[in-house]
């Protein structure tokens, strides 16, 4: 799974103006900012399908709990020694909206030694396996394949 790491105070303002209601007679009270969904009240986890887990004293996990996406990560705990001016959060790249995903470039590699094989090789190689680049399909539809030479 890809993450964009983020200082907490990047976030606070950002809105979700469209949400999505749930097929229940409750709807979205109200629009909710992403700051409110890393760390979420009882309210908005009823209200919504957002869901937290604590999966150990000091780490928050949100997820959808309609589909079981996960969503977010956030480590409260204390961090002695931590070089930055404040705490992340990281934000799963899956989840977000094209537009958003256009401004995240990969920048570093974590966990590297936990890595599968053939990823390792694509993010080293780009993506010629043994000299061939891979199939592009224009769609999801495998009749429809790209040649080489369009971009």
């Not at 990047?10 to 979205?28: G, I």
């Not at 992403?34 to 997820?63: D, G, I, M, W």
């Not at 309609?66 to 977010?72: I, K």
Request: net charge neutral; aromatic share 10%.
């Amino acid at each position: 799974m890809s993450w964009k790491l983020l200082p907490r105070s990047a976030v606070a303002e950002a809105s979700h103006a469209a949400p999505v209601a749930r097929p229940t007679e409750n709807e979205y009270g109200a629009n909710f900012t992403t700051a409110q969904v890393v760390r979420p009240s009882e309210t908005l986890c009823k209200e919504t399908y957002l869901a937290l887990f604590v999966s150990s004293e000091n780490v928050h996990r949100n997820f959808c709990a309609r589909c079981g996406t996960t969503l977010t990560y956030c480590y409260i705990g204390e961090k002695p020694n931590w070089p930055l001016p404040e705490r992340n959060f990281d934000v799963s790249l899956g989840t977000l909206d094209r537009e958003f995903l256009e401004y995240v470039r990969p920048d570093r590699h974590g966990w590297w030694s936990d890595g599968v094989g053939w990823v390792k090789e694509m993010v080293r190689n780009g993506d010629h396996a043994n000299g061939v680049r891979m199939v592009r399909h224009i769609t999801g539809a495998p009749r429809t394949v790209m040649r080489d030479d369009e971009p």
